[in-house]
């Protein structure tokens, strides 16, 4: 039975981030990672990493002056902060020319509708600067701009251009940056590759590390340590056209929930407005960036209609709405009117080959056709979860409604966190970020928490017993029903009835199948018993924490009664001015989602703002 200092679960950025700041303190660590590190889903990420570095001078910009609105609420409140990350190790404040760390700060809160947890927010634009000087030091191949520096464009939502991009291929370069600092310490960390974690060692409120099983083996096992930290990713798989890899299937949300750990606005899901009509696949909005239009069947520029100063270059939520609504009301292409059209020939041969390389070759071979010459059919899809696993900005796990009550050694980080740096929306190029912030403060508070003299808990004698179970009973089961077949039922009842617009009705029927997929699911059989790379029982194993948490989705979009960032109800909605109808008085505060046996039980956290008072979100 391995022991170690710090367990962690994930070889994204955040994971692997958090391996890196454990290993500097000389402690013992590993990295415990259902696929190959190198095939985490961050690597997949395309347009870019955000922080205000402020390469790009005034006069190269085509954007309109920038502008913070509501600042100073209430100076007297301030977040309970543990680091002073203005002056982080000792170096001083990033300098405030163009762009700032402010304003990035400032237009994440109004990004994120407002939901935002204010101090998580500060943290990750304040720190931004310094950690992709970091990457940049271990070699990251950032593009650069003529005079060397790293090169920058503009993404939805942010003021200046902000996002660091290595072309078209961003977490790429990022995640290998620091696979290649990983092996540099390979005696150190010690990595366990192809290992599917399925429980947590949880008692009386201490975690004492995971159970994990082989999928090369077969095998079932502890991994004991005294600090766990989750950087398992998102869970975009529960809907039938998602950007997201396969991997992505909520594991470590469903297994903290399983656990008794609440789960926290899961029902912001993030629809990305330009996926490959019906393979999801992403077209980054980089595309959008360089200037790329979207055109409706008519080709129009339809987001003159909807957000007229920013058009294509408005947040995602808001450029997925008119989507929906252009296909809605009769304007989408193609037969059946449901996708519209991203188009790149505004920006150029040339730029395209240069800055977006990758994208261009997926639109020719998934769709045969040619982006130089022709609009590319697209939908929104399903990307990215701004809710997760309840954290403070230390990134330890906290259960309660007042961020007091800590689960003792268990921290998350990551996309499978929610830290709310995001709030109810997440702009773009926000989330790698956000997944190396949170990674180096949940290494960092590990190596805080076993320094100062955490012991090793001892090991409850029935640690396996429930993963055990788990396995035996989808391996022995023969009642029949197929894995596949829920799976797809699952998925295509999340993006139909609880996808970029939702309604009361709609959500009760998608609850309604998610419980009848629960009981069926408990019949569910498959026919490879065998224990080498056993794919049938790990589909089954993901399809049961899809369904899981898929409940806590829905149970918190139905109780929510307004429109909010990624959350919108059609109820809640003005189709005349296409904007949300939000309600601060009743609902400017977290859901939280607690398991019990016959559901889910919501309870309210209130959100942090002392810097920037909400008001209406336009662009
Ligand atoms: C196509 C695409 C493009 C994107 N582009 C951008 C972008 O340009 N800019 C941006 O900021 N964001 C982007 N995002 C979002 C961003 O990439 C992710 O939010 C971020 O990379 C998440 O990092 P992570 O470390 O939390 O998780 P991931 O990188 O998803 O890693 C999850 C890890 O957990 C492991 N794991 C999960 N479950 C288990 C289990 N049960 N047992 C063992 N291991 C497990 C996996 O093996 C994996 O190593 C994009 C996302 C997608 C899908």
Same mark, same amino acid.
């Given at each position: 039975?391995?022991?170690?200092?710090?367990?962690?679960?994930?070889?994204?950025?955040? /994971?692997?981030?958090?391996?890196?700041?454990?290993?500097?303190?000389?402690?013992?660590?590993?990295?415990?990672?259902?696929?190959?590190?190198?095939?985490?889903?961050?690597?997949?990420?395309?347009?870019?990493?955000?922080?205000?570095?402020?390469?790009?001078?005034?006069?190269?910009?085509?954007?309109?002056? +920038?502008?913070?609105? /509501?600042?100073?609420?209430?100076?007297?409140?301030?977040?309970? &902060?543990?680091?002073?990350?203005?002056?982080?190790?000792?170096?001083?404040? #990033?300098?405030?020319?163009?762009?700032?760390?402010?304003?990035?700060?400032?237009?994440?809160?109004?990004?994120?509708?407002?939901?935002?947890?204010?101090?998580?927010?500060?943290?990750?634009?304040?720190?931004?600067?310094?950690?992709?000087?970091?990457?940049?030091?271990?070699?990251?191949?950032?593009?650069?701009?003529?005079?060397?520096?790293?090169?920058?464009?503009? @993404?939805?939502?942010?003021?200046?251009?902000?996002?660091?991009?290595?072309?078209?291929?961003?977490?790429?370069?990022?995640?290998?940056?620091?696979?290649?600092?990983?092996?540099?310490?390979?005696?150190?960390?010690?990595?366990?590759?192809?290992?599917?974690?399925?429980?947590?060692?949880?008692?009386?409120?201490?975690?004492?590390?995971?159970?994990? #099983?082989?999928?090369?083996?077969?095998?079932?096992?502890?991994?004991?340590?005294?600090?766990?930290?989750?950087? &398992?990713?998102? #869970?975009?798989?529960?809907?039938?056209? &998602?950007?997201?890899? @396969?991997?992505?299937?909520?594991?470590?949300?469903?297994?903290?929930?399983?656990?008794?750990?609440?789960?926290?606005?899961?029902?912001?899901?993030?629809?990305?407005?330009?996926?490959?009509?019906?393979?999801?696949?992403?077209?980054?909005?980089?595309? *959008?960036?360089?200037?790329?239009?979207?055109?409706?069947?008519?080709?129009?520029?339809?987001?003159?209609? #909807?957000?007229?100063?920013?058009?294509?270059?408005?947040?995602?939520?808001?450029?997925?709405?008119?989507?929906?609504?252009?296909?809605?009301?009769?304007?989408?292409?193609?037969?059946?009117?449901?996708?519209?059209? =991203?188009?790149? *020939?505004?920006?150029?041969?040339?730029?395209?080959?240069?800055?977006?390389?990758?994208?261009?070759?997926?639109?020719?071979?998934?769709?045969? !056709?040619?982006?130089?010459?022709?609009?590319?059919?697209?939908?929104?899809?399903?990307?990215?979860?701004?809710?997760?696993?309840?954290?403070?900005?230390?990134?330890?796990?906290?259960?309660?409604?007042?961020?007091?009550?800590?689960?003792?050694?268990?921290?998350?980080?990551?996309?499978?966190?929610?830290?709310?740096?995001?709030?109810?929306?997440?702009?773009?190029?926000?989330? =790698?970020?956000?997944?190396?912030?949170?990674?180096?403060?949940?290494?960092?508070?590990?190596?805080?928490?076993?320094?100062?003299?955490?012991?090793?808990?001892?090991?409850?004698?029935?640690?396996?017993?429930?993963?055990?179970?788990?396995?035996?009973?989808?391996?022995?089961?023969?009642?029949?029903?197929?894995?596949?077949?829920?799976?797809?039922?699952?998925?295509?009842?999340?993006?139909?009835?609880?996808?970029?617009?939702?309604?009361?009705?709609?959500?009760?029927?998608?609850?309604?199948?998610?419980?009848?997929?629960?009981?069926?699911?408990?019949?569910?059989?498959?026919?490879?018993?065998?224990?080498?790379?056993?794919?049938?029982?790990?589909? +089954?194993?993901?399809?049961?924490?899809?369904?899981?948490?898929?409940?806590?989705?829905?149970?918190?979009?139905?109780? *929510?009664?307004?429109?909010?960032?990624?959350?919108?109800? !059609?109820?809640? @909605?003005?189709?005349?001015?296409?904007?949300?109808?939000?309600?601060?008085?009743?609902?400017?505060?977290?859901?939280?989602?607690?398991?019990?046996?016959?559901?889910?039980?919501?309870?309210?956290?209130?959100?942090?703002?002392?810097?920037?008072?909400?008001?209406?979100?336009?662009?």
């Amino acid at each position: 039975m391995p022991t170690h200092d710090v367990v962690i679960v994930g070889a994204g950025l955040a /994971g692997m981030r958090a391996a890196l700041e454990v290993c500097k303190a000389g402690l013992d660590v590993a990295i415990v990672s259902k696929v190959h590190p190198s095939r985490s889903h961050s690597g997949a990420a395309q347009g870019g990493i955000a922080a205000a570095l402020d390469n790009v001078g005034i006069a190269e910009r085509n954007m309109p002056p +920038a502008k913070i609105s /509501g600042e100073n609420v209430d100076e007297k409140v301030t977040a309970d &902060t543990p680091v002073d990350w203005r002056t982080m190790e000792g170096k001083p404040a #990033y300098e405030v020319k163009n762009d700032s760390p402010l304003l990035h700060w400032f237009d994440i809160c109004k990004g994120g509708d407002y939901l935002v947890d204010q101090d998580a927010a500060e943290l990750c634009a304040f720190l931004a600067p310094q950690l992709i000087y970091e990457y940049e030091h271990w070699g990251c191949a950032f593009s650069r701009l003529p005079d060397g520096r790293i090169a920058q464009r503009e @993404f939805g939502g942010h003021q200046a251009p902000r996002a660091c991009y290595a072309a078209d291929r961003t977490g790429h370069a990022c995640l290998h940056a620091l696979f290649e600092q990983v092996m540099k310490n390979a005696k150190k960390i010690k990595i366990y590759s192809e290992f599917l974690m399925l429980d947590l060692i949880l008692r009386d409120g201490v975690c004492g590390g995971i159970v994990v #099983y082989d999928l090369r083996t077969g095998q079932l096992d502890v991994i004991r340590a005294k600090a766990t930290i989750f950087a &398992t990713g998102g #869970y975009g798989r529960a809907f039938s056209v &998602t950007t997201n890899a @396969f991997a992505s299937t909520g594991d470590g949300v469903a297994i903290a929930y399983r656990n008794g750990i609440p789960l926290e606005d899961m029902e912001f899901v993030q629809f990305h407005p330009t996926g490959l009509y019906r393979l999801g696949i992403l077209l980054s909005e980089a595309a *959008r960036g360089e200037g790329a239009y979207l055109l409706n069947g008519k080709m129009e520029r339809f987001m003159q209609r #909807y957000a007229p100063t920013k058009m294509e270059k408005g947040p995602r939520d808001i450029v997925a709405r008119a989507e929906q609504i252009e296909i809605m009301e009769g304007r989408g292409g193609g037969p059946n009117k449901d996708y519209v059209y =991203l188009d790149f *020939r505004p920006i150029g041969e040339k730029r395209i080959r240069e800055a977006l390389p990758q994208i261009s070759e997926l639109v020719r071979r998934f769709v045969n !056709l040619d982006p130089f010459k022709e609009p590319v059919p697209i939908q929104p899809s399903a990307h990215y979860s701004m809710g997760g696993i309840p954290v403070n900005i230390k990134g330890e796990v906290v259960v309660d409604t007042q961020n007091e009550q800590k689960i003792i050694g268990f921290y998350a980080a990551g996309e499978c966190s929610c830290m709310s740096v995001h709030g109810a929306n997440r702009l773009g190029v926000n989330s =790698l970020l956000e997944a190396t912030v949170t990674g180096y403060l949940a290494g960092k508070s590990a190596v805080e928490f076993i320094q100062g003299g955490a012991p090793l808990p001892d090991l409850p004698p029935d640690a396996t017993a429930r993963a055990d179970a788990e396995l035996k009973a989808i391996l022995n089961n023969d009642g029949g029903e197929n894995c596949a077949a829920l799976a797809k039922e699952l998925k295509e009842t999340m993006m139909e009835k609880c996808g970029v617009f939702r309604d009361e009705d709609n959500l009760k029927k998608c609850l309604a199948k998610i419980k009848d997929l629960q009981v069926r699911f408990r019949r569910v059989s498959i026919s490879d018993k065998g224990k080498t790379f056993n794919t049938a029982l790990q589909d +089954a194993i993901e399809l049961g924490h899809m369904l899981d948490f898929s409940e806590v989705i829905v149970v918190g979009a139905l109780a *929510r009664k307004e429109s909010r960032g990624g959350h919108a109800r !059609l109820e809640y @909605f003005d189709m005349k001015t296409y904007e949300n109808i939000r309600d601060d008085e009743n609902f400017l505060k977290h859901t939280l989602g607690y398991k019990e046996d016959d559901g889910v039980r919501l309870a309210y956290k209130p959100v942090k703002i002392y810097k920037f008072k909400p008001e209406a979100r336009k662009y």
